[in-house]
């Protein structure tokens, strides 16, 4: 079975100032990889995805992310946060579950804090 | 166009009781995932159905089940409620079984509460 580790359970990080959420997972075969973020008392929204070909991954809101098979990580960078990226974000990584289908295995999550 | 919808957002049982929930994929989208997130823990995988047919299942009890109606939508349903069953539910749905080529839109999910 696939396994996400999200090493940070919480980044504080001073307003507009750069982030790196840090993600690793467990796999020696071909994996689609995704960032979610999740504000307070809301679902998941897809934030980026990997899925083939260039390695790192932007998104419309000034995130990235950097794929690398070696070391089987998908860290996630802004270079400058705003208040409002304040929120929950969770890594996650394609499973096969049988029957043409697969399923997303999730990190436990990074909470990061923007301080004014 | 209407997202992901889940009913009832909130709610509140007692131990022992059963529960349905409910999901509206987004349409045109014939497959949906549920998953649970316990407070402070990243989703976990529940189940899977595409065209009205069980495609995964994960680690959890018989308690626990599901099914598709033709119209898509879907039912998750819990029996005997445990306190551990307290949660946030979410669905996802897609337009096949795949992730890679498809990708997945959640709803806001539903906060169950057992007492």
């Known amino acids: 079975a696939q396994s996400v580790t999200q090493l940070d359970s919480q980044v504080p990080v001073f307003e507009e100032a750069p982030v790196e959420l840090r993600c690793n997972y467990s796999s020696s075969v071909s994996v689609y990889l995704f960032w979610y973020v999740q504000y307070p008392n809301q679902g998941l929204q897809l934030l980026l995805k990997y899925l083939s070909g260039s390695t790192l991954v932007e998104s419309i809101n000034g995130f990235e992310a950097e794929f690398n098979k070696s070391q089987t990580s998908f860290h996630l960078r802004k270079p400058s946060v705003h208040i409002s990226d304040t929120a929950e974000y969770f890594c996650a990584v394609t499973e096969y579950s049988g029957a043409g289908s697969y399923q997303l295995t999730f990190g436990k999550g990074t909470k990061l804090s923007v301080i004014p | 166009d209407a997202g992901v919808t889940q009913s009832p957002t909130h709610l509140i049982k007692t131990r022992g009781q059963h529960v349905t929930l409910r999901c509206s994929p987004i349409s045109g989208h014939k497959s949906v995932s549920w998953y649970q997130q316990v407070l402070g823990q990243g989703p976990q995988f529940i189940f899977q159905?595409?065209?009205?047919?069980?495609?995964g299942r994960g680690n959890f009890p018989d308690r626990f089940s599901a099914r598709q109606f033709p119209n898509y939508s879907s039912e998750l349903n819990v029996n005997a409620l445990l306190l551990g069953d307290s949660a946030l539910y979410l669905c996802a749905s897609s337009l096949g079984p795949g992730t890679g080529t498809y990708g997945y839109t959640f709803g806001s999910g539903t906060r169950l509460t057992v007492v």
């Open positions: 159905y595409y065209e009205k047919e069980e495609r």
